[in-house]
């Protein structure tokens, strides 16, 4: 269980049910620039995360759905 401050409580598996989450979805037009940065921030920290996002950030470029700015 996780808690989001725009969705509530939401049941992710490994994080603690009072740990604070923020959520990007793909139908957020500025998602996919938010990932390349945290991408960019990553690799200059050395973080390993920073290689298996570019999957992430593919995914979010390929869906199909209605793009919007977010509310």
Not at 8 to 25: M, Q, S, Y
Not at 47 to 52: H, I, L, M
Request: charged share 25%; aromatic share 8%; proline share 4%.
């Amino acid at each position: 269980m996780a808690v989001s401050g725009k969705y509530g409580k939401i049941n992710i598996p490994n994080i603690g049910e009072d740990e604070p989450v923020f959520i990007l979805r793909a139908q957020d037009r500025l998602a996919g620039s938010a990932i390349m940065m945290y991408q960019a921030l990553a690799e200059s920290h050395g973080a390993s995360v920073a290689e298996g996002v570019q999957k992430e950030i593919d995914l979010f470029r390929e869906w199909k759905g209605q793009k919007k700015l977010p509310d």
